[in-house]
């Protein structure tokens, strides 16, 4: 089986006030040719359809659109969950009429255990959903009081949710699972420490071990393909840039090709409509004819920061209005003010530090300031704590 797999379309959702929907229709339109050029057997689309729970009127209708040309006019099957930016009871609606003309939603736990089958493929559909919706449908399908208490990460939800749907794999064929969750890379058994929890896991993480039975998980909710856990479980990221950070990100598209086990997945490159481009200068430097020329004036949406601000030389000017008049559109303004005495440690002389002349380097570096006997006794103490452990 062959198929095209995409997230986080968020259909609706705008960048600074801007409307992301012309991006997301061009977005679109590749997407579908991808699908037609490598003749997929379905379209995966693993979660945040739509940006809101309750969607604008003009967002359901450009995606209704998308859908029909998807579903209705090129006769792609599709297979789509809804998100944590989902309304999945509202997104719910007609779904078992959908399923009719292959186009397969699921929006809830316990839609999840029981897998659209194809000749070769079970596709496992498990929407976002959270450790109540976990201890709601498992007691209520007769899991003891004390069992259900025990269901308090997600992680403790899913290893139940994968149990039961091992129970209908099907041996003949390849499994696939579309979720919408965060998973981290780490293979062992992940310890929750309160000092680092973004870094190693979390009460909504999970542990990519969970998926090793699948053939294929298609994920969805981080927006870049550059966080997936491996090839096997792997983010297709989104279609569009969402914010600045992105700017220098190329967005696509994966084309996942199961045959007997045996996995072939390709990342295919998405085009921008407009271009996002990120500038970091001086304010002389940005009004300076040599400078500016050089950019995509009037053709890109542009964010800048004027570095090394200093507010009394520009009293009385609209800084904004004037960068609007060279460059077009901007999106973000932001300003960074000059930093005084602020001395930086040569990134080689990084190796020659210890941990606390490291941290009161950076502290000086961003405050100024110069840590005082106390601040220094805890991070002694601290680090000495830490080390102790290991
Ligand atoms: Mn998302």
Same mark, same amino acid.
């Given at each position: 089986?062959?198929?095209?797999?995409?997230?986080?379309?968020?259909?609706?959702?705008?960048? !600074?006030?801007?409307?992301?929907?012309?991006? %997301?229709?061009?977005?679109?339109? =590749?997407?579908?040719?991808?699908?037609? %050029?490598?003749?997929?057997?379905?379209?995966?689309?693993?979660?945040?359809?739509?940006?809101?729970?309750?969607?604008?009127?003009? @967002? *359901?209708?450009?995606?209704? =659109?998308?859908?029909?040309?998807? !579903?209705?006019?090129?006769?792609?099957?599709?297979?789509?969950?809804?998100?944590?930016?989902?309304?999945?009871?509202?997104?719910?609606?007609?779904?078992?009429?959908?399923?009719? !003309? !292959?186009?397969?939603?699921?929006?809830?736990?316990?839609?999840?255990?029981?897998?659209?089958?194809?000749?070769?493929?079970?596709?496992?559909?498990?929407?976002?959903?959270?450790?109540?919706?976990?201890?709601?449908?498992?007691?209520?399908?007769?899991?003891?009081?004390?069992?259900?208490? =025990?269901?308090?990460?997600?992680?403790?939800?899913?290893?139940?949710?994968?149990?039961?749907?091992? &129970?209908?794999? +099907?041996?003949?064929?390849?499994?696939?699972?579309?979720?919408?969750?965060?998973?981290?890379?780490?293979?062992?058994?992940?310890?929750?420490?309160?000092?680092?929890? @973004?870094?190693?896991?979390?009460?909504?993480?999970?542990?990519?071990? #969970?998926?090793?039975?699948?053939?294929?998980?298609?994920?969805?909710?981080?927006?870049?393909?550059?966080?997936?856990?491996?090839?096997? *479980?792997?983010? &297709?990221?989104?279609?569009?840039?969402?914010?600045?950070?992105?700017?220098?990100?190329?967005?696509?598209?994966?084309?996942?090709?199961?045959?007997?086990?045996?996995?072939?997945?390709?990342?295919?490159?998405?085009?921008?409509?407009? $271009?996002?481009?990120?500038?970091?200068?001086?304010?002389?430097?940005?009004?300076?004819?040599?400078?500016?020329?050089?950019?995509?004036?009037?053709?890109?949406?542009?964010?800048?920061?004027?570095?090394?601000?200093?507010?009394?030389?520009?009293?009385?000017?609209?800084?904004?209005? =004037?960068?609007?008049?060279?460059?077009?559109?901007?999106?973000?303004? $932001?300003? %960074?003010?000059?930093?005084?005495?602020?001395?930086?440690?040569?990134? #080689?002389?990084?190796?020659?530090?210890?941990?606390?002349?490291?941290?009161?380097?950076?502290?000086?570096?961003?405050?100024?300031?110069?840590?005082?006997?106390?601040?220094?006794?805890?991070?002694?103490?601290?680090? +000495?704590?830490?080390?102790?452990?290991?």
């Amino acid at each position: 089986m062959k198929f095209l797999h995409t997230s986080d379309w968020h259909i609706g959702r705008t960048l !600074n006030g801007f409307s992301l929907l012309e991006e %997301q229709k061009y977005a679109f339109e =590749q997407i579908l040719s991808l699908a037609k %050029q490598n003749q997929v057997d379905g379209i995966i689309i693993a979660g945040d359809l739509y940006e809101r729970a309750v969607p604008s009127a003009e @967002s *359901v209708i450009t995606f209704n =659109q998308m859908l029909r040309e998807m !579903n209705i006019i090129e006769k792609f099957p599709i297979y789509m969950i809804s998100g944590n930016h989902d309304g999945a009871k509202r997104l719910s609606y007609a779904k078992d009429w959908l399923d009719y !003309n !292959n186009l397969h939603l699921r929006t809830s736990l316990e839609e999840a255990f029981i897998p659209v089958e194809t000749k070769e493929t079970q596709i496992f559909l498990l929407p976002f959903f959270d450790p109540m919706d976990a201890r709601i449908y498992f007691s209520n399908q007769g899991l003891d009081e004390e069992d259900t208490k =025990q269901i308090k990460t997600i992680d403790d939800a899913m290893t139940l949710v994968i149990s039961k749907m091992k &129970s209908q794999f +099907n041996n003949k064929k390849n499994q696939v699972l579309v979720t919408h969750f965060a998973v981290s890379p780490h293979k062992e058994e992940i310890v929750l420490t309160s000092e680092t929890p @973004s870094k190693v896991g979390g009460l909504s993480t999970l542990n990519v071990s #969970q998926f090793a039975d699948f053939d294929y998980v298609a994920l969805g909710h981080i927006h870049t393909r550059l966080a997936s856990p491996s090839d096997k *479980v792997q983010y &297709s990221g989104s279609p569009v840039k969402f914010n600045t950070k992105e700017a220098s990100t190329q967005k696509g598209i994966f084309v996942v090709e199961i045959k007997e086990k045996m996995l072939n997945s390709n990342f295919l490159p998405l085009q921008v409509k407009t $271009d996002l481009v990120v500038l970091e200068e001086e304010w002389e430097q940005l009004i300076s004819r040599d400078f500016y020329e050089r950019q995509p004036l009037n053709k890109a949406w542009f964010a800048i920061t004027i570095k090394n601000f200093d507010r009394t030389k520009l009293v009385g000017q609209n800084l904004r209005a =004037q960068l609007q008049k060279i460059y077009g559109t901007i999106i973000e303004l $932001d300003y %960074q003010f000059e930093k005084k005495q602020l001395t930086r440690s040569r990134s #080689q002389d990084i190796e020659t530090l210890d941990n606390v002349e490291i941290l009161s380097s950076f502290y000086k570096f961003t405050t100024g300031e110069t840590l005082d006997d106390v601040q220094t006794a805890i991070i002694e103490s601290t680090f +000495n704590e830490l080390e102790g452990e290991k």
